[in-house]
Every structure is written in structure tokens, then in C-alpha cells.
């Protein structure tokens, strides 16, 4: 320890410290739980939740600490790799820290690339498990979330062959669904394009009831929404009554309930709610737990997990989704406002090659050689870069915190150029500290360390960007305005009318905003890179869900199913039969 | 110890048997594990396969005991109840006992019924974690399955849309699947009526190829039907090489292997070739193992659960599906072979009243009271309906098994009665008990284990109904002989043309014969009860799975997709939750 990264893989690094990693036994030792506490499952135990908080609750909460990053290009900035850094580094510091991360989906992991969460010496254990479904939590989603779209073709089949006294027969009123207009889709967790659109029920009467469908990809559910939000296991439940499948003749929503399927769909997920326990190479936990989408739902890790972290440890550290015009804006005006939670300080993660680009670098082609712009020092590109990172510290210090900017160290970088970020980012009240984490492990990031640890001492005025009371439509604008640097919002009026709809009923009253937006961009334009100038936010319609509660302003369109390309990764993993061991996902 | 199962209900009993259920450092204790080839899992941790057959490969086998019944009616015979039972009794005398069975599907569970092993004092544990999933298997086949899929219709849209050069540059030939002549679908394991015919890929020329497709449940998976008969890991992914999912223009097959995904199936299955472990509520180890259809597959628990058991335990206990004729037939013919193990007894279980259904007694109506004829002492009834019993005796010893039949005791039956039963059984040559098992537990069950116990003792010359050599033809005529009592086999056009070409083709030599029959009759009308006379098998069609290698002989109509009624048992299902408990599945 540490490896060196030059020479070894990720793969490579990842089963020489999967060697030596904490037993059950060494983990309920380490994080002083009772035996019980702990649900052994493989190289991979859960915590039960549920247990462990009950015997907690009065235990003061350890301090929170925020991810999140500039906004990302194709070079990277290293949000997670800072995620499992910082960890490493608070280890070294002999604190107890822990983290939480989003658990991956298959469809990605199968398509563009296998997975991995970090890197080098800041990397995520064991990475087979977390690669291929870990304890089965988005199987069990799919599972809840398929079970209601079989309880509701198979009821539509029933209300479609029998009159109203055989169904009250069966104890059943008609539901009268209208079949042009069911919001529900079916789930898998694979990026299967070709069912994206569909027609099922085909057949005679007993074969379902005609209609046309959808797959998503099970990560894009809002099951998954859901767990990422509910506080426990009662809010879980109460979430998954409300779930908008489709609606009647008359315009009525039909819920879960509705169709009595809300309870079979929460034992179907009653283990969700106990994070799974995994580690970084130098062993500090990170429970992986949830792995909503960054628009349609808050794109981070749970509130669950993140409540367990802040009692087992004194420092737990939470990664945001994309860059913080989207990812810390979720976490500060929806997450932590639904947990109560009070963060201490934000990690803004970025890179002097990335920051290079922002400041109007050459496009990056993969295959050719990496233009010399980012290989040799450029003060000039790099300091017009650095407004993304200035209008990122300005974002963060919005919400009361002092945020610690992150410079994640690439062989590259020059001192001059290191030393012009920090300055950057000092002048716009940050601190700042070089890390070389990816190369060093917790060894590296001991500056960074220090300068969270220095931040955490400070008292933290958190406010949130708007009141609940706001309405929709002020809330998007000032987030517009003072998060992405748009002069203004433009409605089209389909979304003006659904706008004035919801501020207008009560029942949407305490829904969360949820901004669909590029994260590619701080405006709704992916190629606009640094800090656009004179833009209005363009929003076409708003998403409801009516059991996450979440209204999504749509600044963009969204696919809720990727495709499968023409040269997938699943081409080459296989396993090696004498072993078990799963080869080529890394 | 025992409890009583006229007071308390079935998942009463088993919560009170959990509390006391074998923790996994007692079960590495127990079973004489190493530490590590216990893999921890909740309350049902699984055996590391591949370790503990390294370890254990020249450790004699076991004594090797089948579960099997008469021909199944509405009153039920109880043929799990009795492999808890054994097992239980085997267990009070002593021994050093285990057993596998099946793993459910969530279809029936959310449909008919909750689910449950066995009832009253033989009674399979943890229930909870049987009936929703335990170590995720199915989940991991669901996924696995439909990786192929994904592959498959994403390899149809690229290959549509793309040149041979723009192929070529991907490292990709055309493989020019014929869309009309798609063989596999897709699967979900809920009954999904709703699903069983659909169009996919509508949308543009991204949105994947435009198709018939169907889904089936996933227990009816030929994936499933593999991990029952592989004999190790390597068997598993050889096998998953060959799995025909389609043909090309010019009728050639196009499998996983063609696909290339294969291999990565194969990693999502990694784990299912490790047994879960669970228990009797007198705490016998039993494994859950594979969960495949009883009429395209063998329908019981894995070869690979019971090498496992054989290493473990010096009884083994494994239950075929559905009655001797198809159950035993293919755990004699198919299982049996393809392991190359031998068993040393068949348990042969009867009811009094399931008899008498077959001796020509009334026909049951639900919610109706019970016709007196099966709560009343009749011997005429009975004696008539113990034809159906002789048969099947006589189909066991015809493989070298001298059976023991289990007259599986309920409180209406009358000591005449069992002593009927009794002395026909030996009059054909078996050995016979009476027991009590549901009623009383192992103490119950001491007469079945002693004459199992003496049973074993026996030598058995073991054979097959037909050598490997025997044409698919005269295979079948001599199963629906020599096991159905048929006069013959009637072959529609199709499936002559279809016996005559796997016949005449040395690619299909090594394939098993799995045949296609109701299980309601010996013969291929459900409604003919106890040992029909004067009929023939008509067959109307043979199905083909490569990667299982099965050649199945259709006797009968198979759905591969059950339906969801208008009273599903997903209704009554919800959680606790303070706790966490489910509540509603039994």
C-alpha cells in the first residue's frame, strides 16, 4: 500500500486489496455494531437498518460531507475516485469516516464499459459484486415495479370480461382504465432499445388486455426514485401507495393502491432499505445503496444511507449526481430538506485539463492524440476555465457552506497551473488542496483531508434556495437565475398550463422540484461549456410522480431507455469455470 | 416440539421453528464445513459448490432416497410434506440426513396462493425468504435470459442498419436472423398473461428491430432447465453456448455462442450453481435448488444440489415433480443419467382419500362441503382407486427400485383403511408406512424411516428404461407403455417429420428425452383418473433446446406464461413496518 496505478490495473488493485478486506466479523468490530446488526451476504452484508437506528437514535450525528464537481467533459474530473480519496485520507487522519455511493445499473455495465467506482488507489470493493447487481436491490425493484404493471393489464383484462356484478363477485369495483392514457411503464435493467415502444396483449380474451406499452430501465423507475428519498420503511410503504399508473375515463388517477398491489410491492422490496456494506482498497465502509437518475429523480445515494452513515461515523462523506448545478442543487433543495439533514461542508471536485476545456479547449477525439492544449501548462485557457469553477463556489455558497475545492492531481498538471486553481478558488472563498489520491491512496489526499476537517470546525448557516411555499413556477426561475446563470425561463404552454395546474391544487404542496436538465452543460445546451452568458431556460413540460412526489420541470428531453450498441461490453466477460471468478468487466 | 398443527397455522409454526433455526457458524459446525465454504446470506446462506466438491470428491456417496406420489388429485397427497418428513424422521433415528427441493415461482406465489414447503410439523424454513426469491437465482437467470434478448434484438437493429464493411469495422459478421423464425423470448417471473404476446421494437430505426416477441416466466426458462441438469460450472457454461435463439434466412441456428453472450450470461448465473441451504422446523438441512417446469425439464431440484447432498449427508432426500409417471420417469431416465448417480429408494406417497378419488369417488367442490365418501370409512372406494398406486409401483421397479409407499395419514382415515392400503402395497412388492409427520414431526414419521433405513440396506440394480442408443421414437412408445399403460403413440404429421429428422441427424444423439404430458392422469386426458385403460399417446410435436439438449415429445399443451386471475394473492400481501415482517403470503 499503496499500489502503484502505473503499472497495475484497476482489476488488479482491486483483488490484491479484496485479499484483506474486513470479514463480517471485522466489521462489526470496526463500526461497533451488535451481531445482529450486521445481514452477512457473500463478500457484500448489509446493515439492517431499521435495528441499528432504533438503537442510535439518540446518538449525535457525525458530520456530513458533500461531493460534488464542476461541470464534467470528456477528460473527467474524478468525482467519485475524490469520493473514495477523501475517505482514504480521513482514515489516514485516524477518523472514523465511512461514505455512500449510487449502485450501478446493468445496462451501462453490459454496454458501454464494465464498472468500477474510483480508481487507481481511490477505489470502490469488492468490484465483481458491485459491478453485477450486489445484494439484489434493483432486482427487487424491478420485481415490485413489474408486479404492478401485471396487476394492472391483468385487471384490465378482468373489468374488460366480466360486468360490474361478476367483479363485485370477486370483490373488485370497475375501475374504468383508460387505455390511451397509461403513465406506467414495465422495467428491466438492461439497455434494450427495442423495448421502448410496444404493443402487448395480444391474443384472445384470457391473454391480457391490448394495449400499447414500454420497458425503462429499472434504474430509471420511480421505485428507484423512491428508495433513494424515503426516510424509513414506513415512508417507503406510504410512497409506494401513490404511484400514478394510469388514469380512468375521467381523467382520475389510478395509484397502486388502487389496484391493491402497493403492499406485495414492499415485500417485495423490504430488504431495500438495509444499505449494503463495501469499502474502499485502504477498507474505510461505503454503503452503495440506490441508484436513482440525475433528472427524474435526485441522482445520488439514499437518504437512508446517508442517516445510518452520520451515527455509525464521524465523518460521512455522500456523492452527488453530474456537477453541482444539477447534483448539489438536489442535494440541498430536495434531499436534505426531506431528511432534515444538515450538511458541513461540500467537496467541488475538478481537474485542470477539464477546467482547460471549459475555458475553450479543443474537442478531445477518442482514438486521436490528446491535443497538446492539455498536456503541456496553458495558464491563459486554464484561468478562463476556472469560471465554471468560480460560478460552482458561488452555486455552493448559496446554501451557507464554505465549499473545500478538490484539485484532482493528473501527472500533467504543472505547479503553476495547480497553484493558479488554488488561487481561483481562494479569491471566490473557498479552500482548496491538491490531492493525489488516484495515485497515493489516503496518503494523498492528507491535504485534502486537513482542509475538510478545518471546514467541518466551522458552524454552517444552511438555507435553502426557495421556501416550500414558492410556487413552481418561481422556483424554477430562481434556479434558473442563481444555480445555472440563465437570464430567465421561458414556458412553452403545455408546461405553463400544467404549471399553473399545480400551483393552483394543494395536493402538490409539499412535491419536490426535480429539474431535468443536460448535465453537460450549466445551460440546457450541452455544447455550451464554462459559464454561458444571455440564455433563458427553455422548459416543454413537467413530469409527475405521484409516490416519489416529485414535480420534473423538463429543460431537456430524457430517455428512460438506453440502447444497446453495435459493440457491447458483455462481447467480452466471461467466467473462469474452475474458479467462478468473472473476467473482462474492467 | 411438536407443535400443534390444529391450533396453529403453518406460518405460525414456522416462525416459532426460526427462532431456534441453525445460525451459519452451527451449520459450518453441522455439516462439517470449512469456514469458507459457507457463503453467509441472511437467514439462508448457500454452499460454495465448486470448494466443497474439491474437498469432498472421494468421499463415498450417501444413500440416495426419491420422493415421488400417485397421480395428483384435489385432495393432495402431500409428496413435500413427506420429503420434510423423512428427512425429520430419518433425523429423530439419528442420522446425519439432508434433502433438496425446488424453489417456487413468483407467479403462483403472487397468484394462487402465497407458498410454502410441506405444512404442520414438516415444514420447510425460513418461509418468508422461500417464497420471495431467497438468494435471488431466479433473479439472476431472469437476467441472464434476457441478456440474450437484449443481444439479440439489438444485433437484428444494428445488423439492419449498417453495411457488411460498417459491420466489419465493429468485428461483427452478418449472422441474418430470420425475424420470422425467432425462437427464444423473453421472461419475467410474475404470471403475466399480458405479456405472452407482444411487437416490439416500434419507433425509428434506433429504437431497436421491429418483431413479434413473446414472454415467458422465467422458471419456464431453458436456462433454468440447465442449471437443474448441469453437473458443475463448466457443464453450465458449455451448455449456455448452445442455446438456439433464433434461425437465419437459410434455417441455420443462431445461438448464444453466435451472440457473443454467452460468456457474460454466464456471469450473471455465476452464482446460482451454489445451493441455498434451508431447513425442516426440526431443523434438517434441506437445499432450494433450481426451480424448473415439470413437463419441458426434469421439475425437480438440481443434480448439482443433490452431489452436493451426497457429500454432505449419509441420506440425501430429493422430491421429483408431479407422479411417478412423468416425475420418477425423468429423475430415472433423464436426472439419474446425466449425473451417473444411483439411487438406493423411491418414497411412493398416497392419501386414503386422494385413492378413493381415483377408485371413481365424487368430485370435490371448493367451498362445497366434502362428499361423505372421503371422510367415512370405504373400503370399496379405496380398493378400487389402489390401481392407480399398483401402477406406479410397478413403474419403479422397473428401474431396479423396490419402493416404499407412504400412506401419508389424515385424521378422517380409518385403521382399515390403512391397513388396505398397507397390504396392497406389499402384495405388489413394496415395503409400506403409515405416518405422521404432518401431525407429529420426525416422531411421526420413525415407522417411514425405519423401512427407508431398510430399504438401503438392499443392493439395486439400477437401470435405465431404454438405452442411449434407442431411437426418440421408440422411446416414447416405450414410455407411454411400460410407464402410462398406453396401447400406443399416435404421431401427428408434424412431429413424425420432426422424429424422423432428430432421429436420422447424430447431432441430437446425446439428447434427452423430456416428455410433455399432463400430470392430472396417467394418461394425456386430465379427467381420466386412477390407471386408465385402452387409449394411445397422441403426440402432436416436438420441441428442441440445444443448450439444455432436450428433445421434447408434446403429449399435451404447456403455456409457458400463466395468467394473473381476477382474486390474486398479491392483494392480501403487505409488510409491518416497524419490523420489516411480511404479512399475507400464507
Same mark, same amino acid.
Not at 452503495?288 to 445520488?300: C, D, K, R, S, T
Not at 444538515?342 to 490528446?370: C, D, E, F, Q, Y
Not at 413540460?541 to 458483455?570: E, N, Q, R
Given at each position: 500500500?499503496?499500489?502503484?496505478?502505473?503499472?497495475?490495473?484497476?482489476?488488479?488493485?482491486?483483488?490484491?486489496?479484496?485479499?484483506?478486506?474486513?470479514?463480517?466479523?471485522?466489521?462489526?468490530?470496526?463500526?461497533?455494531?451488535?451481531?445482529?446488526?450486521?445481514?452477512?451476504?457473500?463478500?457484500?452484508?448489509?446493515?439492517?437498518?431499521?435495528?441499528?437506528?432504533?438503537?442510535?437514535?439518540?446518538?449525535?450525528?457525525?458530520?456530513?460531507?458533500?461531493?460534488?464537481?464542476?461541470?464534467?467533459?470528456?477528460?473527467?474530473?474524478?468525482?467519485?475516485?475524490?469520493?473514495?480519496?477523501?475517505?482514504?485520507?480521513?482514515?489516514?487522519?485516524?477518523?472514523?469516516?465511512?461514505?455512500?455511493?449510487?449502485?450501478?445499473?446493468?445496462?451501462?455495465?453490459?454496454?458501454?464499459?464494465?464498472?468500477?467506482?474510483?480508481?487507481?488507489?481511490?477505489?470502490?470493493?469488492?468490484?465483481?459484486?458491485?459491478?453485477?447487481?450486489?445484494?439484489?436491490?434493483?432486482?427487487?425493484?424491478?420485481?415490485?415495479?413489474?408486479?404492478?404493471?401485471?396487476?394492472?393489464?391483468?385487471?384490465?383484462?378482468?373489468?374488460?370480461?366480466?360486468?360490474?356484478?361478476?367483479?363485485?363477485?370477486?370483490?373488485?369495483?370497475?375501475?374504468?382504465?383508460?387505455?390511451?392514457?397509461? !403513465?406506467? $411503464?414495465?422495467?428491466? *435493467?438492461?439497455?434494450?432499445?427495442?423495448?421502448? =415502444?410496444?404493443?402487448?396483449? @395480444?391474443? /384472445?380474451? +384470457?391473454?391480457?388486455?391490448?394495449?400499447?406499452?414500454?420497458?425503462?430501465?429499472?434504474?430509471?423507475?420511480?421505485?428507484?426514485?423512491?428508495?433513494?428519498?424515503?426516510?424509513?420503511?414506513?415512508?417507503?410503504?406510504?410512497?409506494?401507495?401513490?404511484?400514478?399508473?394510469?388514469?380512468?375515463?375521467?381523467?382520475?388517477?389510478?395509484?397502486?393502491?388502487?389496484?391493491?398491489?402497493?403492499?406485495?410491492?414492499?415485500?417485495?422490496?423490504?430488504?431495500?432499505?438495509?444499505?449494503?456494506?463495501?469499502?474502499?482498497?485502504?477498507?474505510?465502509?461505503?454503503?452503495?445503496?440506490?441508484?436513482?437518475?440525475?433528472?427524474?429523480?435526485?441522482?445520488?445515494?439514499?437518504?437512508?444511507?446517508?442517516?445510518?452513515?452520520?451515527?455509525?461515523?464521524?465523518?460521512?462523506?455522500? !456523492?452527488? $449526481?453530474?456537477?453541482? *448545478?444539477?447534483?448539489?442543487?438536489?442535494?440541498? =433543495?430536495?434531499?436534505?430538506? @426531506?431528511? /432534515?439533514? +444538515?450538511?458541513?461542508?461540500?467537496?467541488?471536485?475538478?481537474?485542470?485539463?477539464?477546467?482547460?476545456?471549459?475555458?475553450?479547449?479543443?474537442?478531445?477525439?477518442?482514438?486521436?492524440?490528446?491535443?497538446?492544449?492539455?498536456?503541456?501548462?496553458?495558464?491563459?485557457?486554464?484561468?478562463?476555465?476556472?469560471?465554471?469553477?468560480?460560478?460552482?463556489?458561488?452555486?455552493?455558497?448559496?446554501?451557507?457552506?464554505?465549499?473545500?475545492?478538490?484539485?484532482?492531481?493528473?501527472?500533467?498538471?504543472?505547479?503553476?497551473?495547480?497553484?493558479?486553481?488554488?488561487?481561483?478558488?481562494?479569491?471566490?472563498?473557498?479552500?482548496?488542496?491538491?490531492?493525489?489520491?488516484?495515485?497515493?491512496?489516503?496518503?494523498?489526499?492528507?491535504?485534502?483531508?486537513?482542509?475538510?476537517?478545518?471546514?467541518?470546525?466551522?458552524?454552517? *448557516?444552511?438555507?435553502?434556495?426557495?421556501?416550500?411555499?414558492?410556487?413552481?413556477?418561481?422556483?424554477?426561475?430562481?434556479?434558473?437565475?442563481?444555480?445555472?446563470?440563465?437570464?430567465?425561463?421561458?414556458?412553452?404552454?403545455?408546461?405553463?398550463?400544467?404549471?399553473?395546474?399545480?400551483?393552483?391544487?394543494?395536493?402538490?404542496?409539499?412535491?419536490?422540484?426535480?429539474?431535468?436538465?443536460?448535465?453537460?452543460?450549466?445551460?440546457?445546451?450541452?455544447?455550451?461549456?464554462?459559464?454561458?452568458?444571455?440564455?433563458?431556460?427553455?422548459?416543454?413540460?413537467?413530469?409527475?410522480?405521484?409516490?416519489?412526489?416529485?414535480?420534473?420541470?423538463?429543460?431537456?428531453?430524457?430517455?428512460?431507455?438506453?440502447?444497446?450498441?453495435?459493440?457491447?461490453?458483455?462481447?467480452?466477460?466471461?467466467?473462469?469455470?474452475?474458479?467462478?471468478?468473472?473476467?473482462?468487466?474492467?
Amino acid at each position: 500500500m499503496p499500489f502503484d496505478p502505473t503499472k497495475m490495473k484497476d482489476w488488479q488493485i482491486a483483488e490484491e486489496a479484496e485479499k484483506t478486506m474486513p470479514t463480517p466479523e471485522e466489521w462489526i468490530d470496526k463500526l461497533g455494531l451488535e451481531k445482529d446488526e450486521l445481514i452477512p451476504y457473500g463478500r457484500t452484508p448489509r446493515i439492517d437498518f431499521i435495528k441499528v437506528m432504533n438503537r442510535l437514535k439518540d446518538r449525535p450525528d457525525g458530520k456530513y460531507i458533500e461531493v460534488t464537481a464542476i461541470t464534467p467533459t470528456p477528460l473527467g474530473e474524478g468525482k467519485t475516485t475524490t469520493t473514495m480519496g477523501i475517505m482514504e485520507g480521513l482514515g489516514k487522519r485516524g477518523q472514523n469516516v465511512g461514505g455512500a455511493i449510487r449502485q450501478p445499473s446493468g445496462g451501462p455495465t453490459m454496454n458501454i464499459k464494465g464498472t468500477a467506482a474510483g480508481g487507481g488507489n481511490a477505489l470502490l470493493i469488492p468490484m465483481t459484486e458491485f459491478s453485477l447487481g450486489l445484494t439484489g436491490d434493483i432486482n427487487d425493484i424491478t420485481n415490485a415495479h413489474n408486479l404492478a404493471m401485471v396487476a394492472l393489464n391483468a385487471r384490465m383484462q378482468h373489468e374488460a370480461n366480466y360486468d360490474d356484478e361478476q367483479l363485485a363477485q370477486r370483490g373488485l369495483r370497475r375501475l374504468d382504465i383508460d387505455p390511451k392514457n397509461v !403513465e406506467m $411503464g414495465w422495467v428491466i *435493467d438492461f439497455a434494450a432499445q427495442g423495448l421502448r =415502444n410496444i404493443i402487448i396483449g @395480444l391474443g /384472445g380474451k +384470457k391473454d391480457g388486455f391490448l394495449m400499447q406499452s414500454k420497458f425503462g430501465i429499472t434504474v430509471s423507475s420511480e421505485l428507484m426514485a423512491i428508495l433513494a428519498v424515503a426516510k424509513d420503511l414506513a415512508d417507503l410503504r406510504e410512497r409506494l401507495k401513490h404511484i400514478v399508473v394510469a388514469y380512468d375515463r375521467k381523467g382520475n388517477p389510478i395509484t397502486t393502491a388502487d389496484l391493491e398491489v402497493d403492499g406485495a410491492m414492499c415485500a417485495w422490496m423490504r430488504n431495500t432499505i438495509n444499505p449494503t456494506l463495501c469499502c474502499t482498497v485502504e477498507h474505510q465502509p461505503c454503503f452503495v445503496h440506490a441508484g436513482p437518475f440525475a433528472n427524474i429523480a435526485i441522482g445520488q445515494s439514499s437518504i437512508i444511507a446517508d442517516r445510518l452513515g452520520l451515527k455509525l461515523f464521524d465523518y460521512h462523506v455522500t !456523492e452527488s $449526481g453530474f456537477a453541482a *448545478d444539477i447534483g448539489f442543487e438536489k442535494f440541498w =433543495n430536495v434531499k436534505c430538506r @426531506l431528511s /432534515g439533514l +444538515k450538511p458541513n461542508v461540500s467537496i467541488l471536485v475538478a481537474t485542470v485539463r477539464a477546467l482547460k476545456m471549459h475555458g475553450g479547449g479543443p474537442t478531445v477525439v477518442p482514438g486521436r492524440p490528446i491535443p497538446e492544449e492539455y498536456t503541456k501548462e496553458n495558464l491563459a485557457l486554464l484561468e478562463k476555465g476556472c469560471e465554471n469553477l468560480v460560478h460552482m463556489i458561488n452555486v455552493v455558497k448559496k446554501s451557507g457552506i464554505k465549499p473545500v475545492v478538490c484539485i484532482n492531481s493528473f501527472y500533467t498538471d504543472t505547479p503553476a497551473e495547480q497553484a493558479l486553481v488554488k488561487r481561483v478558488a481562494e479569491q471566490a472563498g473557498a479552500r482548496a488542496a491538491v490531492s493525489e489520491h488516484w495515485l497515493k491512496g489516503g496518503e494523498g489526499a492528507l491535504e485534502l483531508a486537513d482542509a475538510v476537517m478545518d471546514a467541518c470546525k466551522e458552524e454552517v *448557516d444552511f438555507k435553502y434556495l426557495y421556501p416550500l411555499e414558492m410556487p413552481l413556477r418561481q422556483r424554477v426561475e430562481l434556479i434558473a437565475k442563481e444555480v445555472y446563470g440563465a437570464d430567465g425561463v421561458d414556458w412553452a404552454p403545455l408546461a405553463e398550463e400544467k404549471a399553473k395546474k399545480f400551483e393552483s391544487d394543494p395536493k402538490y404542496a409539499d412535491y419536490a422540484t426535480m429539474m431535468v436538465k443536460t448535465h453537460l452543460s450549466l445551460s440546457h445546451e450541452p455544447t455550451w461549456k464554462g459559464v454561458p452568458k444571455n440564455w433563458r431556460l427553455p422548459i416543454r413540460d413537467i413530469l409527475v410522480y405521484g409516490g416519489a412526489k416529485f414535480l420534473c420541470p423538463m429543460a431537456g428531453a430524457i430517455s428512460l431507455m438506453p440502447g444497446t450498441s453495435s459493440d457491447p461490453a458483455f462481447r467480452r466477460i466471461d467466467v473462469d469455470v474452475n474458479t467462478g471468478k468473472v473476467m473482462g468487466l474492467f
